[in-house]
């Protein structure tokens, strides 16, 4: 069998490969990551002599000894040494070294009690169940929130928003079946008055990141009574919105398509590039016969309702949130329910407060999802540092963490944004501005606490070198001791 002998560096360090020239791409690409000593999720780069980058596959030429490829790997995997150093590096402590003072004190207890005791055992368990939790979202599926998109693995890949995800057929079926035997149910009077209340119990619905969203509105309509100040073709737009307005989302927000060129920024030319395209895949949709809730509308009431669609959604762009807030404050002193212009304004503020009103949920119930949207925000930093485009600050995982990436946002969007609400409707400050202001409470506790525990590691670190650099080995001399008090003072100074 005819076979092909590639000449590599992998680290400087020089390698040899053999392989069939009817070699299967992915094994080729095995070979290079077992010589490489890297991870499933890695990412290599092969360079050719010339220093360009090339593919990794059966179809490499042939080279000699005194012409190598280079082989690199440019992104670690997400559970190597190298992101657990460089978190414990933003943390302020010595990884290596807390290592090694642990496995002192374990063979410490082992000669001491001549077996590992049960609850050092008890704690290995809890701290493996805790990194399983923070390396997965798997213990968040009670609320829908994790999808197995991996293939062959059972970890989700580290690029899963790269995947667009579709339904299909047959799940589209059974949700319109649901819908269907929801729509046809008889319900009394009185149970109807219930599930106006914005208390009732959410339901488990597939699609929870949608439903989350589309509660919040409901309850936001009926704490307010809008149905009595509002016509109901513009609640209905609201409540569309709440379901419509992240269709297809990609994972990476406007600043990445339009630094990073993508197709829906070319599309769209760099002007609110997401916000468009969930607009376009939500009409996409209503005009299919099966899902077109508006068919019976006329021309007139569909064009009304588009036009509100598009605008409420355009308005969920955070690039134009001081420029709506600053329009909302400036007609709240004479702010008429008959005047559409007013209503208009109001309905953008409405979809954009139940867009980000996460923090206004019990913290039980908000934690998880914002511990799934950091990692959102940490895959797209990690994606522009290797793409060589600008990093986004609040996404950056180095610089930034849960407790302080929420202060700052209750601090300066949230709360101004909600008190500007509840000056119009009062009856809000208890549903969304107290749990607001509780939530950034717990965030600044914890952020002192990360602060504090941060000062303590280092003042240990330093007091730890400065006793090695004074004792210095055991049988020396001590030199303080030999120089005298002026030698002392010296050092002090």
């Known amino acids: 069998m005819a076979t092909k002998i590639l000449y590599f560096t992998v680290n400087g360090r020089p390698e040899k490969a053999e392989f069939p020239v009817d070699c299967p791409a992915e094994d080729v690409k095995d070979l290079f990551r077992s010589a ?29 000894p005194n012409a190598f490829y280079k082989l690199e790997v440019v992104a ?5 040494e190298t992101l657990g150093t460089g978190l414990a590096g933003a943390l302020g402590f010595d990884l290596s070294s807390m290592e090694k003072r642990l496995q002192g004190l374990e063979k410490k207890i082992l000669i001491e009690a001549c ?3 049960a609850v050092v055992h008890e704690m290995k368990k809890q701290v493996d169940s805790f990194q399983d939790k923070l390396e997965s979202v798997e213990h968040l599926s009670w609320l829908g929130l994790f999808k197995d998109l991996s293939e062959g693995t059972h970890k989700p890949s580290p690029f899963y928003h790269k995947r667009t995800l579709h339904k299909t ?24 008055q219930y599930l106006k209340t914005p208390t009732f119990d959410n339901w488990q619905w597939e699609d929870a990141e949608i439903m989350v969203l589309l509660q919040q509105m409901y309850g936001l309509i009926w704490l307010t009574d809008l149905k009595s100040k509002m016509d109901n073709v513009d609640l209905l737009i609201m409540l569309t919105c709440a379901v419509c307005h992240d269709l297809d989302h990609t994972g990476y927000n406007n600043a990445y398509q339009i630094n990073a060129r993508t197709e829906l920024a070319l599309r769209y030319n760099d002007i609110s590039p997401l916000e468009n395209h969930h607009c376009a895949v939500a009409f996409e949709i209503l005009e299919k016969t099966e899902s077109n809730i508006f068919r019976n509308l006329s021309l007139d009431q569909y064009k009304r309702i588009r036009e509100g669609i598009i605008k409420c959604i355009l308005a969920t762009d955070m690039t134009r949130h001081n420029e709506i807030l600053n329009k909302f404050k400036s007609i709240l002193p004479c702010f008429d329910f008959t005047n559409k212009d007013h209503t208009d ?9 139940s867009d980000i009103s996460n923090e206004a949920r019990p913290m039980e ?3 998880p999802w914002l511990d799934c949207l950091l990692q959102e925000f940490y895959n797209q930093s990690d994606k522009e540092k290797l793409e060589g485009l600008p990093v986004t600050p609040f996404m950056d995982r180095d610089k930034v963490t849960k407790p302080s990436s929420q202060t700052g946002f209750i601090r300066f969007v949230l709360l101004p944004l909600f008190i500007e609400l509840a000056n119009l409707f009062p009856c809000l400050e208890q549903h969304i501005i107290d749990p607001v202001r509780k ?28 006793q090695e650099t004074t004792v ?20 002090a100074q």
């Open 439 to 466: 939530a950034l409470d717990y965030y600044t506790e914890m952020e002192k606490a990360l602060e504090r525990e941060k000062h303590i590691r280092a003042h240990t670190d330093n007091a730890a070198k400065s």
């Open 345 to 353: 304004v109001l309905m953008m503020i409405l979809i954009k407060v």
């Open 36 to 64: 490489a000593e890297a991870g499933p999720h890695d990412i290599l780069k092969l360079y050719n002599p010339k220093g360009n980058i090339i593919n990794i596959s059966p179809s490499l030429e042939p080279n000699g």
């Open 115 to 117: 077996e590992t005791p």
């Open 472 to 491: 210095g080995p055991p049988g020396s001399a001590d030199p303080h001791a030999q120089a005298g008090p002026e030698a002392l003072r010296a050092d």
């Open 365 to 367: 119930v908000a934690e």
């Open 169 to 192: 057929r047959k799940e589209c079926e059974h949700v319109r079946e649901k819908f269907l035997q929801m729509s046809s149910l008889q319900v009394s009077e009185e149970v109807r």
């Open 76 to 80: 670690a995997d997400r559970n190597s």
